[in-house]
Each structure stands twice: as C-alpha cells, then as structure tokens.
C-alpha cells in the first residue's frame, strides 16, 4: 500500500489513501459479491477442505494483511471512529486485498474475514469467537495447531488455529502484557487474566516442548449465584440455604475441590449473602473473584521483574491486609505459606472470612492445610497447628467436577474442634453416588446424614432459623 492513512479530518476521520493511488494495478473497489453459499459438504473433513477460511493461504493472507493495516493506519484515530464506521473503511481495504490475492470468497466469507481482520487488529484474533461463545467454558491451546474447548464440562476439539508459533506468541503477548505481566525463554510461566476476569494461564519454550499451551478459564458475564445453582443440580434447596445462613452469620469456611471444580464459582455465589457494611478485602494471585459488595478491595501478587526482584507474594499481601482494618479477608486461593497468616486473620477478629484449597475430601483439605502451614518454617508443633485450624474454620464446601462433567457440592462438613490432637469432623450433607446411566451421565443423590451442626445455635442468635427437617435422613432434600 503505498499511501498512509491520516486522522487529521476529526469530524469524520477517513481511513483511505490520500492519494487516490492503485494498488498493483487495480483501483479501490468493493469486492461483489462471488456467487451463493457453496454446497455442504459431505462430512466435516470435506467441510473444512471447502471453506476457504481454513486454508493455509487464507491464514497467511490475514496475518500479511494485518501487518500492512498496522503499518498504514493511524490507529489512534481508529479508536475515536465507532464500530460501524471502523468496519467499513476495514471492509473496503480487505475487499481490495481480496482481490488483489485472488481470494475467491463470497459476500458472507469476506464478511468473516473482515471480522477475522478486525479481531487481529483489537482483539485477541483467532480466540475472539471462542471467547464470545457462551458455551464454551474453558480454551486449551497446544501449540498452534490444535486448540480444544469445554463444553457442558465435556472436551472437544475446534477448528480454530493460528497461522506459526509467532502469531500465537503475538496473541499470548498481548494478553500478559495487559496485566503487567511478561512471558519469554527466562520467564516461561505466566499466570494473567483478560479484562472480564478470565484466568489464563500461559507455559512457553523452553518448558513447553511442542510450542505454547495457554489455558483461558472463561467467567460468565453473569455470576452464578445459589439459585442458579441449584438450578443446574450441584446443590439443594436446603444445603444452599445453610451455606447463606452461615455466611451471613460470619461462619469461616473454606471450599475445597479439584482443579475445574468450581470453586471460584462457588465463592463468587457465597460472597452475595455478605452485608454490603462490611469492608472485604481480596487477594489473588490473578484477580478474579466478583464480588457484589460496594466496599471491596482487591489486591493481587506481582511476579519478580527481570531482575529477580519486587516479587510480592500471598503471604505479604495477608500481612498488609490485617493492617487495612478489613471485616472479612477473601483468599482466591490458598496453595501456600499464606496459610499461615490466613488462620491468623481468622482467629483474630475476622470470622467469615473465605478460601479455597485444592483437595479431594474435606479430611484432605485439613491435611493440605497443615502441610501449608509447615511451609511457613515457624517452630509449631503438629498439636498447636491442628488447634490453629480447629479453633478458625467451622465448614468445609467440598466440590467434585464428576466423570459426565457436571459440578457437585459433595459434601458439607463441620469442624466440632480437637481431641486428643485429632481434629474432629461431623458431615451434614453429602452427594451419593449410584451409578452412571448409559450415556455416561452420573446418578445419584444428595442426602442429609442426620447430624445437627453445632453452629445452628450461632445462628438462631443471629436471627436465623433453619427447619429441623433440613437434617432429617428419611427425608428428601
């Protein structure tokens, strides 16, 4: 292109060449329309060797295209024209380009390419349709070539890809850099979020063999909240409605789970119930949560810098927030020595307060806290951990992402205290699995097991009231 695109017009900034100059020979025109849709294919393999926006050459003609917009458009100006008006001054560029490549598409193939353009230009290019897809869960990129996607807690794989390594580094760049993060050879490992709070999660060579593996947890644009839960079967009516009386009477929990399990989720639903006079104080490793409340602040570790330097970990940011007069402390997730100060912050003033761990069971759970806590190096006995632990958290919420990829509260259990340097547990309600029907779906049920718990008496005292029959095991919940 040899002309340059100028933003001094402001009324109605003109993204074309200010010299009305042909291009190879052939003069600014809209691409017509090639003909009709083209016939559906037999099977999908033939589908996708029809569609000429799977092709290598279509693939390699993007990415020299965007180049070339870059280079030729005044992009700060691009940003002050509305959407509409960006995708028409982009639709008459790429129209030409088409032509100019020999690019046989139809009017409804070079839409999409324009879309693909206008992805690579402001978005995050190949990911953006799988990113606006609401079906879709979470991304799993293995190199540039093969990318799946969960659906409904099921993998499958997509025929999205990135024309070389380069192009997905670009993309893996862009997302990083936006948090303040970096990724490189010296620093291969990166945990990031995207502006709505997705968690990403980016390993490049040389600890990646085969070339990127990055990893997008999508949050939904709309919370879950208890009742949309239970809608989906995770949870009961009875089981749901404890939990928000025990978060409302400042009930310490913590949610324990697999990777996947729904954790976060669960945390988000449980933060509604918490008064809106209360000051919450985050911290994450990438922030995530999405709290309701007006009087949240959050904070988030930071990585050393190139240097080796101004790291700052889970564990200085609990220290900090004991200090910032906080009603509650929320830890995205617990995996380390902050364990430590998170029981700290419980057993001093701040009841209510949440995290989650990863573990299989709600004994594992308490077993991964001592574990943590002995990662802190303080001289503690294994009695006087356990006491820490008993005497800070009342209920363990734990999750399990079943093998038909359906999320399940497993069991809910409460810690009655410790005896004889054990610490003891009572379960109120568990899930019971029956079988797994043909399709591969889980059975089962939820059941109360008969057990009170004890902390039904610091509810009453709050002004809560929760039915008998709740914990009655012959009936159904």
Request: charged share 25%; hydrophobic share 40%.
């Amino acid at each position: 292109m040899a002309g340059r695109f100028s933003a001094r017009r402001v009324a109605a900034p003109e993204l074309v060449p200010a010299e009305e100059t042909a291009l190879e020979g052939v003069s600014w025109t809209v691409f017509p329309d090639a003909g009709g849709e083209p016939a559906a294919a037999a099977d999908p393999a033939a589908a996708a060797a029809a569609n000429p926006l799977l092709t290598d050459k279509l693939l390699d003609a993007k990415v020299r295209l965007h180049r070339r917009l870059i280079e030729e458009i005044n992009l700060s100006a691009l940003e002050k024209l509305p959407e509409e008006e960006i995708r028409s001054h982009i639709q008459q560029l790429v129209s030409q380009y088409v032509l100019v490549e020999r690019l046989a598409l139809n009017t409804q193939e070079l839409n999409d390419f324009v879309s693909e353009i206008l992805d690579e230009m402001t978005g995050l290019g190949p990911l953006e349709p799988l990113l606006k897809d609401a079906t879709v869960n979470d991304i799993l990129i293995n190199g540039h070539e093969c990318v799946y996607v969960e659906r409904g807690g099921i993998l499958e794989p997509t025929g999205v890809r990135f024309k070389d390594e380069p192009h997905l580094l670009r993309i893996i760049n862009k997302i990083v850099s936006a948090v303040g993060r970096r990724v490189d050879e010296s620093h291969p490992m990166c945990d990031a979020r995207l502006l709505d709070g997705s968690r990403v999660n980016v390993a490049v060579r040389p600890v990646a063999i085969d070339g990127p593996l990055m990893s997008i947890r999508k949050f939904s644009k709309k919370p879950f909240n208890l009742n949309k839960l239970v809608d989906v079967g995770a949870l009961r009516p009875q089981m749901a409605e404890l939990l928000a009386a025990a978060v409302k009477a400042r009930v310490t929990l913590i949610i324990s789970g697999g990777t996947g399990s729904g954790k976060t989720t669960m945390l988000n639903a449980l933060s509604a119930f918490i008064s809106e006079k209360e000051r919450l104080l985050t911290i994450e490793d990438a922030a995530e949560l999405q709290l309701q409340q007006p009087h949240v602040g959050r904070m988030e570790t930071r990585p050393p810098n190139i240097e080796g330097k101004g790291e700052i970990r889970q564990r200085d940011l609990v220290k900090n927030a004991l200090r910032m007069r906080p009603d509650r402390v929320i830890l995205g997730e617990c995996r380390g020595e902050e364990a430590f100060d998170m029981l700290q912050a419980m057993n001093t003033g701040h009841e209510g307060s949440m995290a989650t761990v990863h573990a299989n069971t709600p004994r594992d759970a308490v077993s991964r806290l001592e574990q943590m806590i002995g990662m802190a190096g303080l001289p503690m006995t294994v009695a006087s951990i356990r006491a820490q632990i008993a005497s800070a958290i009342r209920v363990i919420v734990q999750l399990s992402r079943l093998s038909d990829g359906k999320r399940r509260v497993m069991s809910i259990a409460e810690i009655t205290g410790l005896e004889s340097d054990i610490i003891q547990m009572q379960e109120i309600f568990k899930y019971v699995r029956t079988g797994t029907a043909a399709d591969g779906t889980v059975q089962g049920h939820f059941q109360a097991t008969g057990v009170r718990p004890r902390f039904l008496n610091d509810l009453v005292a709050m002004g809560i009231k929760i039915p008998g029959s709740y914990f009655d095991p012959s009936q159904p919940l």
